[in-house]
């Protein structure tokens, strides 16, 4: 499938409330970019990072979920208090997460994974949320097995997304688990494609995803950083410096996107000969420019298989 697009103290939760995803509360209809897309009734977060975060204040932003809706669990206040002046349910109570949502978001630290599924209670036979998994490294298979103490035959999507879904512009994948339905699979692409371009893909190509796509954005805020400082190095103020480099980025990205041509025909046509371009090429070429980008993507796949113990 190919990529699509379209300080006051938190509140504590209020009792959960019955529902069963699939049933009659699984999902309303609303439109986004002139096409109806699937929302569910209710959201669960267990985890309130930045990227719970980034999720979150999309999907509120598009109109995809209600706040009072939504309920979401992190250990500190910190985190919460953000979650909370958008208006959402906060609590410390990872099982009132589960309970009350009808999808529920695992967003926590990988090594803490274990531990905090380890905790949940089983729920009763009538409550069998989908959980969606943002957590690098562990695989379906492993999410399944943790899951499984929880609910039989759990339903369960992997998701690998990145942080500019906060302003929209994420990449986010996704695979689905042994278990989840056709309509669970609607229900994440309709939200993930709300957030930025989105596809579903084999899961074996999830950490491959992750050195790219995942870290890829650390990598070119490196890049703008450095461009900047050579701008500033040059004489160039540093707010007009970073300006440039930002845009020069986002622009490039765009001609990728919209011209259908490789990058380096894109490359050549501004490497007039003997010319100012090709010169820098020449200095990025001698210092391993493209070998530094392929080792970063290379060493960020191997250390979320690392994380999920997947060696």
Do not use: W
């Not at 995803?21 to 990072?49: H, Q, R, Y």
Request: proline content about 7%; hydrophobic content about 40%.
């Amino acid at each position: 499938m190919g990529l699509t697009s379209d300080a006051t103290e938190p509140k504590e939760a209020e009792d959960p409330e019955s529902g069963v995803l699939g049933g009659p509360n699984l999902s309303s209809m609303s439109t986004l970019g002139g096409k109806e897309v699937v929302n569910p009734a209710s959201l669960g977060f267990i985890g309130s990072g930045n990227m719970a975060q980034a999720l979150l204040g999309a999907f509120i932003k598009k109109g995809l979920v209600d706040p009072p809706h939504v309920t979401a669990s992190a250990p500190s206040v910190r985190n919460l208090t953000k979650l909370c002046a958008l208006g959402v349910c906060t609590t410390h109570d990872n099982n009132m997460v589960v309970m009350k949502s009808d999808v529920v978001f695992l967003c926590v630290k990988p090594h803490l994974l274990n531990n905090v599924i380890a905790s949940l209670d089983p729920l009763p036979p009538d409550h069998n949320p989908l959980f969606v998994s943002i957590v690098t490294g562990h695989d379906i298979d492993s999410l399944e097995e943790m899951l499984s103490t929880l609910v039989e035959r759990p339903r369960v999507i992997r998701t690998m997304p990145n942080t500019p879904a906060m302003i929209g512009q994420g990449c986010c994948l996704y695979t689905l688990g042994t278990h989840a339905t056709p309509s669970d699979g609607s229900v994440m692409h309709s939200m993930l494609s709300s957030v930025g371009v989105c596809a579903e893909i084999p899961e074996q190509q999830m950490d491959a995803a992750c050195g790219l796509a995942g870290s890829g954005p650390a990598y070119i805020y490196a890049a703008i950083e450095a461009m900047a400082d050579g701008g500033v190095k040059m004489g160039l103020p540093r707010h007009l410096a970073q300006s440039l480099a930002a845009q020069m980025v986002k622009g490039s990205a765009s001609m990728v996107l919209e011209s259908g041509k490789h990058p380096g025909q894109l490359k050549d046509e501004v490497c007039s000969p003997s010319g100012t371009t090709i010169s820098a090429m020449h200095v990025l070429e001698k210092a391993g420019f493209r070998n530094a980008l392929i080792s970063a993507v290379e060493a960020s796949a191997l250390r979320s298989k690392e994380l999920g113990g997947n060696k």
